[in-house]
């Protein structure tokens, strides 16, 4: 295909693909999903070889969230029956990332629910990365608490946090839909304060909340433009409970498409395979591993992933490699920027929650759709006319914030 020889040129060359480019990538059929795919990998393989980075989540505090996230099982008004707990002690985050290294994590990512921190949370916080980092000097560790208030993410730098995770989740047009207690243009300025902090940027986006194809281009080239070292792609888990618990709208066909693309329009960014892989690609999810060159090991957030000795099985047999903390992720020339301090972004400087947990699924039928999906904009499917996987979500029951050993 003429298209999928000039997305990989493109990507070899970092050049942005045209936003039709990209639907079309979206368009294309399940008969050429395989080339989509080895297109796709070419340009993954160019500047990450066959390495997957693992990262492991801490959920330091979980649920009693005064946002209303749809998609989020943490949110005002939810009845998921999740784990629900205040700030855990450094050692006991401590300890849980000490399980997550050990199963081969290079990156911690310390996540807490709530709008933002207070100065005493950022506090507690900086001394949980104390903690993590007595133990285990070579891991990068990522907060993601949310929005931010001024200072408040120089003083994570100065902590030790080498990067900040706050996700876009979906098309500015869009943003309404899913949350009403904050704006899309909130979150923009928190990456960006991050960024100016000399933090490592980590923001990404939920497929399946009902968007159309040019609100993922959309969000997706937004993020291009915001230029995050690393995307999270976080497929909605539909938990019961949230509004978005009917919303089954992916195929393991259309996860694949749209990691594809994600890869084309952000060829040199630590592509992470975020929530919801094990149950919307189901038994594909090593093709995704020729996309992303990152995952989450073992659990999410609130809900549990599979085992990671499954994790590391499957990265195994499909031919890929774990990356070592000798490694550096980013290719040269962007590791290079981060560490002359301008990180790569002219100058400028992702939200808590779904950093791995995304809980969205397609509209229920019978309720309104997105503005821009009714707009007549490209849809993957009418909502809610995929087969519903819910046997396949289990609330998380163990690790932090509970007296079982965690899932690494
Ligand atoms: S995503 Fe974050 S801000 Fe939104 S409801 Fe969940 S915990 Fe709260």
């Known amino acids: 295909m003429d298209l999928l020889n000039t997305l990989v040129e493109k990507g070899l060359r970092r050049e942005t693909p045209t936003r039709e480019e990209a639907l079309a990538v979206l368009a294309t059929s399940d008969d050429e999903l395989l080339d989509v795919v080895a297109a796709a990998g070419k340009v993954r393989r160019a500047w990450f070889g066959r390495r997957v980075k693992l990262n492991y989540l801490v959920n330091l505090k979980s649920g009693l969230c005064p946002e209303d996230c749809s998609y989020c099982s943490q949110r005002l008004g939810s009845t998921s029956g ?7 002690k ?12 050990a199963g081969g994590a290079k990156r911690v990512c310390l996540v807490a629910s709530g709008r933002g921190p207070t100065d005493r949370d950022v506090e507690r916080v900086s001394q949980t990365i104390a903690a ?8 990068e560790i990522c907060a993601c608490l949310g929005l931010l208030s001024d200072g408040q993410a120089e003083r994570l730098k100065d902590a030790g946090a080498n990067a900040y995770n706050h996700n876009l989740n979906t098309s500015e ?11 899309y243009a909130d979150r923009v300025s928190t990456v960006r304060q991050a960024q100016a902090a000399g933090m490592s940027a980590c923001s990404g986006l939920i497929a399946g909340m009902g968007e159309s194809d040019e609100d993922l281009v959309d969000v997706v080239f937004s993020l291009r433009e915001l230029d995050p070292d690393s995307v999270p792609v976080n497929f909605l888990i539909p938990i019961e409970g949230t509004p978005l618990a009917g919303d089954w709208n992916l195929t393991p066909q259309r996860c694949l498409r749209i990691l594809a693309m994600v890869r084309f329009v952000c060829p040199d960014v630590e592509v992470r395979l975020a929530g919801g892989r094990e149950i919307h690609l189901r038994t594909l999810q090593p093709l995704a591993l020729n996309l ?11 809900t549990e992933g599979q085992a990671g000795k499954d994790d590391l099985a499957m990265i195994a047999d499909a031919g890929f490699e774990v990356e070592g903390t000798d490694t550096t992720t ?24 779904p950093c791995g947990d995304a809980a969205p699924a397609d509209a229920v039928p019978g309720e309104a759709v997105p503005a821009r999906a009714a707009a007549g904009a490209t849809v993957a499917a009418p909502a809610g006319t995929r087969e519903s996987h819910a046997d396949l979500v289990a609330v998380r029951r163990r690790g932090a914030g509970t007296d079982l050993p965690p899932n690494a």
């Open 82 to 88: 999740i784990l629900k707990y205040t700030w855990l």
């Open 90 to 101: 450094p050692e006991q985050a401590a300890a849980a990332a000490g399980a997550g290294v």
């Open 132 to 139: 993590i980092k007595e133990e285990h000097q070579d891991v």
């Open 173 to 183: 047009a869009t943003y309404g839909d899913i949350t009403t207690t904050h704006t």
């Open 292 to 302: 992303a060159n990152s995952i989450f090991l073992g659990d999410y957030l609130t």
């Open 330 to 353: 980013l290719p040269a020339h962007r590791a290079d920027a981060a560490a002359a301090g301008c990180g790569g972004h002219g100058g400028e400087g992702g939200g808590c929650g």
